[in-house]
């Protein structure tokens, strides 16, 4: 934590003190002056540190007393049993279950019983945390031994993101295509995918392109699997249910754009389209 805002090192070092007993519930937190003395920063800092600290609920104000360690506190433990990887994966579980808009330091820190501040011995903010996220997620891909042919070896990395972006949707938000982030996760999978086009008459821009065009093909239909599972909440009813449901009751003007005994849903339209990017490839790489 050494590269974090001297706030939060000092912010971090009192919730230390809380959680092992030296500062107990209702005992006054040292003042803006004690800081700034102790530490020998500015009152801007001192005063931010102690912000820091109430909100996240680890002190509280007391009229006529002061700044005490609040009253109720979570259960709290040292960082020292406390790593990266448990934190991710806490991360994690909150974002599957309610999505990013869900996902702060706070909820992760409330998930494991920790204090806020000590999850910043591990990370520096909200955006590291992402990122890590990300990480991992790609982490969890198994890769098979590729099949023979490009087109086929292109379809499986395919599949396999998209089945990534199925078990974490909120994952295809946090996935830049022109700005990635050199995670070993995502540069495991552009390896792995990028062999597929090995052997062919390519040069390195035409060959990133590819790349770049397939991940962004998955990642942008991906998009929509969120929302699609949030519907299917509200509705009780998957897309194809939902379409025949609406048939019914609006038949003629339906029937002007979707047919009687056809359906379009998130994953054969997924299919649909991959299978066209593959055939537009086609064009780019047989050797005519």
Not at 125 to 132: M, P, S, V
Not at 176 to 188: C, M
Not at 200 to 217: F, S
Not at 259 to 287: A, H, M, V
């Amino acid at each position: 934590m050494t590269d974090a805002p001297r706030y939060l090192r000092i912010a971090a070092d009192l919730e230390r003190r809380i959680a092992d007993g030296d500062l107990r519930p209702g005992d006054r937190v040292p003042t803006t002056r004690a800081i700034m003395h102790e530490w020998g920063v500015a009152m801007a800092t001192a005063t931010k540190a102690l912000t820091t600290l109430r909100e996240t609920g680890a002190i509280e104000a007391v009229p006529r007393v002061g700044a005490v360690v609040a009253a109720r506190r979570l259960p709290s433990r040292s960082a020292g049993g406390l790593g990266r990887d448990e934190i991710v994966r806490s991360a994690m579980k909150i974002a599957d279950a309610d999505g990013l808009a869900a996902l702060s330091m706070r909820a992760v820190a409330t998930e494991l019983g920790v204090a806020t501040t000590t999850l910043y011995r591990h990370l520096d903010a909200r955006a590291e945390l992402t990122q890590l996220l990300v990480d991992a997620a790609f982490a969890e891909i198994t890769y098979p031994d590729p099949p023979p042919g490009w087109r086929s070896h292109l379809r499986v990395a395919a599949q396999l993101q998209w089945a990534t972006y199925q078990r974490h949707p909120w994952l295809p938000r946090l996935v830049s295509i022109v700005r990635p982030a050199t995670l070993p996760g995502l540069l495991e999978y552009g390896v792995w995918t990028m062999r597929a086009l090995d052997g062919l008459d390519l040069d390195p821009t035409t060959r990133l392109h590819v790349y770049g065009t397939l991940v962004n093909y998955v990642r942008g239909t991906a998009v929509n699997i969120e929302t699609e599972a949030g519907a299917e909440l509200d509705t009780g009813m998957t897309s194809r249910q939902w379409s025949r449901a609406r048939r019914a009751v609006e038949g003629p003007l339906v029937a002007r754009v979707t047919p009687p005994g056809t359906d379009l849903d998130l994953e054969s339209l997924y299919s649909f389209g991959l299978e066209r990017l593959l055939d537009g490839l086609t064009l780019l790489l047989t050797p005519r």
